[in-house]
């Protein structure tokens, strides 16, 4: 159901307002006198100060990725054990010496397949370190017990400090970008809170992932960084351009993509997207990810732990499991937004006051799950880029049997079944997980369950032309050589996932390219993502960001057509665009509040200010009686200039000491000038005509709903003044951004 809960939550921004701002600050630059060396100086600093937080935000970005991804693989490897030289060691680091490189082929051919590599005696599993044996018992014990300590710790910090940050962010980070603004979702403390719960939550074992996170603490690094200069904290048009392209570098260091997550961001994320963002949005990605490069979390080269390349090629006959793998990544999408969708409202109506429980519940039931699975108990990171990887091949044998023994024919059977539990077991705890109080993304979730069930049909299709070489679907297939790679088919179950969730496709594909380089198969993940689309859209319309937007009442109005936006869906709101304004505007009979140009005192417009904090605004007219419409003034310029004046106190909302309450005051320069006499003395009238902006929107109330809501979408206003169809211009009612959202949610409810 649609809600309009939050709407209260965000304030709203006006881009027409903040664009004549930022005119009118380069009209100033440009009267500047160029002789003077300090204004050479300034007018330098001016054209490149927007690099240079650009650069700043991208540097701060990688750094902090890094350092996420550090922590979190030394909490997920210590559910499983403690390295005895060490105990700040992971598993890896652990055992780096141990770690020996493949021989070559023709040492492989001489002596079989085997392992190659000795034992690791420095890296102890809990049960060694505490008894001295081995216990499964206790290692299932040690990884339930740190798991679920870890997710409530978790829980607790956000709980307590930053309940802005639980939830993945995307919903917010959308309506940010489309003109709302929320207070403290992207300070210095959600991004504390969110970077230090991130590494506990997807080290807990719970079925969520760091990527959507990773988009909404990238955001708060670029908030946290641009208000700290003039230019961005002054403007909110600048300061979007740098959200839209934190947000790309997110993306991008997420997935180790720059172009996907440029494409990502003017895709999914910005509801606008002009050339000038779209070079910000690059440059900062490309610098983010060359930061994290430059710290290597993983001592791999490897921009995340997922990269895989793919040196095979695809036969024609495969599409049919290449559709196959697409409708259900179609399939996953549309039930796991669906069912996730009811386990939200039911989290909503009831476990509000238990969040930490509920998220301890959550994180025992998982690790005692997945524990007893093979697939399921690592990481969800490392577990995709084993599902990723080829299988290592020297004269048509397997070198070594794989992760869990998956490249071993003997096995296929027991891997196939396996991966199919894994894939359940992660779908459940995903559609459970998801938007529970604690960082929490479903982007690798999606994946890695995408990737199971990839590799299980990939692993049926390798077993099924092993056994039946000579059916007429394998034809085009080689004698002697690998002719399916169930690593490829996890690439794309991982694509098909993802877009069915999301419902993105272009940026998807790209994404996917930019992880394995493997051009020969983006014809294949152009096929998958389609299909996935598709499908997805026949069961549930938009991706889970679009109906979380709807769920939790956050205030969106996208820039796409009105016959395509994500909050018209059904023929009710069809119908909302065929009334006029006069339907849904706001009238002196509800709580619209206006002041007269002139014979209005002090004391009045102080109680009117304080008894209307909820209130941005208030249209001025000629007099209260014609209500002849002269233009609109903001709330925060009146009190702006009451308190210069020193004439009114924000700390107890009352006129200054020794300040007349009747002195007059006046908001048109043509209005007639009263003035008012105290004690034998004639006040002159406090004019305030400068702070009314006299070319505010104005529509008629016949005007349709959709001619209004595409005046919102591509100019941006925060508020259209109504005025009578008569040539007096009568003011006669106002809509606001919010307004056209509340009149659609209730016709989508």
């Known amino acids: ?48 100060v927007s690099w240079i937080v650009v650069l700043v935000v991208g540097v701060l970005i990688g750094i902090n990725t890094a350092f996420i991804s550090i922590v979190t693989e030394w909490l997920s490897d210590a559910k499983l054990g403690v390295c005895a030289t ?23 051919l001489k002596q079989g397949s085997g392992d190659f590599g000795e034992g690791c005696p420095e890296w102890m599993t809990w049960d060694q370190a505490i008894f001295g044996s081995e216990t ?56 504390l809170m969110k970077s230090v719960g991130l590494a506990l939550a997807v080290a807990s074992g719970l079925s969520v992932g760091k990527e959507g996170p990773a988009v909404h603490m990238s955001c708060c690094v670029g908030n946290v960084v641009s208000r700290n200069f003039a230019k961005y904290r002054r403007s909110a048009a600048r300061q ?20 996907g997550g440029v494409l990502f961001s003017m895709e999914d994320l910005s509801s606008r997207f002009p050339r000038k963002t779209l070079w910000r949005s690059f440059f900062c990605a490309l610098i983010a990810t060359a930061s994290l490069q430059a710290m290597n979390p993983f001592w791999t080269g490897k921009l995340v732990m997922f990269q895989a390349s793919y040196d095979r090629d695809w036969h024609f006959f495969e599409i049919l499991f290449f559709a196959i793998i697409g409708v259900f990544g179609g399939v996953y999408g549309g039930l796991c937004i669906k069912f996730n969708l009811r386990v939200a409202a039911f989290r909503k109506k009831h476990l509000g006051p238990w969040a930490v429980q509920e998220v301890a519940l ?53 891997v196939a079944w396996g991966l199919f539990a894994a894939t359940v077991i992660r779908i459940f705890g995903t559609v459970l997980a998801y938007g529970c109080k604690v960082p929490c993304g479903i982007f690798v979730p999606s994946m890695a369950i995408g990737a199971s069930f990839g590799r299980m049909l990939g692993t049926i299709a390798q077993e099924l032309h092993r056994t039946h070489p000579k059916w007429a679907l394998f034809a085009h297939c080689a004698p002697d050589t690998p002719c399916i790679t169930p690593a490829t088919y996890a690439f794309l179950g991982a694509a098909a996932a993802m877009c069915g969730v999301t419902k993105v496709t272009v940026s998807v594909v790209v994404i996917m390219y930019e992880l394995t380089g493997a051009l020969n198969f983006l ?21 889970i960001s679009e109906q979380l937007i709807l769920l939790n009442g956050i205030p969106f109005l996208g820039e796409d ?64 009686q014609d209500m002849r419409l002269v233009g609109y003034v903001l709330r925060s310029a009146v009190i702006r200039v009451l308190v210069a004046n020193q004439l009114y106190s924000i700390i107890d909302g009352t006129l200054q000491p020794g300040t007349s309450a009747s002195l007059p005051v006046i ?83």
Request: glycine fraction near 8%.
């Open 523 to 543: 014809v294949p993940t152009m096929i998958v993502v389609m299909v996935a689309r598709i499908i997805g859209d026949a069961i549930v319309e938009g991706g």
């Open 86 to 108: 060490g105990w700040w060691l992971n598993e890896k680091f652990c055992c780096w010496e141990y770690a020996v490189p493949l021989p070559p082929p023709d040492t492989i």
């Open 136 to 191: 499964v018992a206790v290692r299932w014990m040690a990884f339930v017990v740190l798991g679920t300590a870890m997710a409530t710790v978790c829980a607790f910090l956000v709980r307590e400090y930053a309940p802005l940050a639980a939830g993945s962010g995307l919903p917010e980070i959308k309506a940010v970008l489309g003109g709302f603004v929320i207070r403290g979702f992207m300070g210095g403390w959600t991004l």
């Open 667 to 749: 908001f048109s320069g043509a209005a007639n000038i009263a003035t008012a006499s105290v004690d034998g003395s004639t006040l002159l009238p406090l004019d305030l005509s400068e702070l009314v902006n006299t070319s505010s929107i104005s529509v008629r109330p016949r005007t349709s709903a959709e001619t209004t809501i595409e005046i919102f979408r591509k100019m941006g206003p925060r508020i259209i003044l109504v005025t009578s169809d008569e040539d007096n211009g009568q003011l006669v009612g106002l809509l606001t951004r919010k307004d056209v959202l509340r009149h659609m949610r209730q016709h989508h409810s």
């Open 561 to 624: 057509s009105a016959e395509d936006d994500v909050v018209i869906v059904d023929e009710q709101d069809q119908r909302l665009l065929g009334l006029p304004v006069a339907a849904l505007m706001r009238t002196c009979d509800d709580d619209m509040c206006v002041l007269p140009a002139s014979g209005l005192c002090l004391d009045r417009l102080v109680r009117l200010v304080e008894t209307t904090p909820n209130i941005r605004g208030y249209p001025v007219v000629d007099n209260e």
């Open 1 to 48: 159901m649609a809600s309009t809960a939050r709407f209260d939550e965000f304030e709203t921004v006006d881009w027409i307002d903040d664009s004549a701002k930022e005119r009118r600050r380069q009209q100033r630059n440009e009267n500047i006198v160029w002789s003077d060396r300090k204004s050479w100086l300034y007018l330098a600093y001016d054209s490149v």
């Open 240 to 259: 979007r351009e740098i959200i839209s392209a934190s947000a790309a570098a997110g993306v991008a260091v997420a997935f180790g993509a720059p172009i």
């Open 362 to 414: 959550l994180a025992l039931g998982t690790a005692a799950v997945t524990y007893l699975n093979v697939f399921t108990r690592e990481d969800m990171g490392e577990a995709l880029s084993y599902l990723l990887q080829e299988c290592k091949l020297v004269g048509g044998s397997a070198v070594d049997g794989g992760w869990n023994g998956m490249c071993v024919p003997e096995n296929a059977l027991r």
